[in-house]
Nanobody
Framework: QVQLVESGGGLVEAGGSLRLSCAAS????????MRWYRQAPGKQREWVAD?????????PDSVRGRFTVSRDVDNAKNTVYLQMTSLKPEDTGVYYC??????????WGQGTQVTVSS
């Protein structure tokens, strides 16, 4: 059974940094594209970053240049990371690790809370 476990969230001041981790188990992690999403209170879940199995990263305009997604080079630890810098209050939300996007067969972690104070 696939499991995704996020960690690394917390409270940070605007302009600060956080690094999130997502540990994956239960599948051939090396062949999976991984995604990060976030959800702010009262808002829809929003895509934050993609990283392909070959390490190619894609971001929306809202975080490009501030967030960096990466994964273990040899996939031995089955972990994907999200380095967040220059954080803004609007980055506040629950951050989720994902395999499969928004489709019905997607896998989601339990989420980790990120709060950015102004």
């Amino acid at each position: 059974q696939v499991q995704l476990v996020e960690s690394g969230g917390g409270l940070v001041e605007a302009g600060g940094s956080l690094r999130l981790s997502c540990a994956a188990s239960g599948m051939g992690f090396a062949i999976a594209a991984m995604r990060w999403y976030r959800q702010a209170p009262g808002k829809q879940r929003e895509w934050v970053a993609d990283i392909s199995s070959r390490g190619i990263a894609v971001y929306p305009d809202s975080v490009r240049g501030r967030f960096t997604v990466s994964r273990d080079v040899d996939n031995a630890k089955n972990t994907v990371y999200l380095q967040m810098t220059s954080l803004k209050p609007e980055d506040t939300g629950v951050y989720y690790c994902n395999i499969g996007g928004m489709g019905p067969y997607a896998y989601w972690g339990q989420g980790t809370q990120v709060t950015v104070s102004s």
